[in-house]
């Protein structure tokens, strides 16, 4: 069980609040760099590059965005499950 799997409903989407503020900045940072063209792909695969000039950058992005995809679909899945944001408890 991961750590998004017990948090409460509340801590759930604050925690998206706070990712998704975070991740927001590192998009405005690509597009401050004037590298707001880029997609999703062609920043992970810049990681692939030695000689890429926004390593860091794109490092921190993808962490960011994966973070926030794995506590949204989190949250996604409890709804799916019963429709609110309370943890799914494990059968006993």
Known sequence: MSNLETLSGAKLEAL????DEVH???VNEFIARGLGHLRGSD???ALAD????FLVLAIAWVNSSDALSN???????????HGTNKPI????
Not at 16 to 19: A, C, T
Not at 72 to 81: G, I, N, S, T
Not at 89 to 92: G, K, S
């Open 16 to 19: 998206i609040e706070k990712l």
């Open 43 to 45: 920043i992970r695969n």
């Open 71 to 81: 506590a949204r679909f989190e949250l996604d899945a409890r709804k799916r499950y």
């Open 24 to 26: 927001s900045g590192h």
């Open 89 to 92: 408890r494990q059968a006993a």
């Open 50 to 53: 030695p000689d890429c000039k």
